[in-house]
């Protein structure tokens, strides 16, 4: 049972553009939700995260809205750059032991 | 955010060997720490987390005699293939739990071929 789900496995956008990455989940017990954007043969990097008790969170060019209601985020990357053309895993987090639930996964490439 | 490496960083061995991979916190003290592989285009699967000084918790499915983890101190941890098969090949990421926080920081990964 996928509890985090990315459901573009793919994603391509001008650049200057907005990028919107979108993830569904399904454990309203989900407090913490993050994302990270990953180049092939490389670690994850943290990019932005946000609480729960929060609707909105801003740095940057990156901005993720929760909607809890609906039990959805989305990642709006905003002027989108060639350098922001990767992989981006949204991840959850409930309770106490910190670990994270991974979506799939969403490429996202920028075209010039 | 935290600094982690990993060593090696690509490793190539034969069936029936034994493997080590070191994830080390670079400027952080790391009382847990997680340990991934990621297969071709899929997602990260959590294979154990490490607390330092005690025995790791491994995920359903992850034999712990195989994949066996040390976390001896605050800035390492090992993760040791044992007897390693051709499907045990795979891409191996570790991360360090930022403190007081969900946040991972994330090793660059070690790319291991099993032949």
């Known amino acids: 049972d996928q509890q985090v789900k990315q459901n573009s496995p793919s994603l391509s956008v001008q650049e200057g553009r907005i990028s919107i990455l979108n993830c569904d989940y399904t454990?309203?017990?989900?407090?913490?939700f993050l994302w990270y954007k990953k180049y092939p043969a490389e670690g994850p990097t943290f990019l932005i995260s946000?609480?729960?008790i929060k609707d909105k969170n801003e740095d940057g060019r990156f901005t993720v809205f929760l909607n809890k209601s609906a039990k959805h985020l989305s990642l709006h990357i905003v002027p989108s750059q060639p350098g922001d053309s990767a992989v981006y895993f949204c991840?959850?987090?409930?309770?106490?032991?910190?670990?994270?639930?991974w979506g799939a996964g969403t490429k996202l490439i920028i075209k010039p | 955010g935290a600094v982690v490496s990993q060593h090696p960083s690509r490793v190539i061995c034969k069936s029936g060997t034994s493997v080590k991979i070191e994830c080390r916190s670079l400027?952080?003290?790391?009382?847990?720490m997680f340990w991934y592989r990621q297969f071709p285009k899929q997602s990260l699967m959590l294979m154990a987390t490490?607390?330092?000084?005690?025995?790791?918790?491994?995920e359903q499915g992850v034999e712990k005699d195989k994949f066996l983890i040390n976390h001896a101190s605050l800035t390492l941890s090992t993760l040791t293939v044992t007897s390693a098969h051709p499907e045990d090949s795979s891409f191996y990421i570790c991360?360090?739990?930022?403190?007081?926080?969900?946040?991972?920081?994330f090793g660059p990964g070690t790319r291991l071929t099993v032949t």
């Open positions: 400027d952080f003290q790391a009382t847990t």
């Open positions: 454990n309203s017990m989900f407090d913490y």
């Open positions: 991360s360090v739990l930022a403190g007081g926080s969900y946040e991972q920081y």
């Open positions: 490490s607390n330092e000084g005690s025995k790791a918790t491994y």
């Open positions: 991840a959850a987090s409930a309770g106490s032991n910190y670990q994270l639930i």
């Open positions: 946000i609480s729960s």
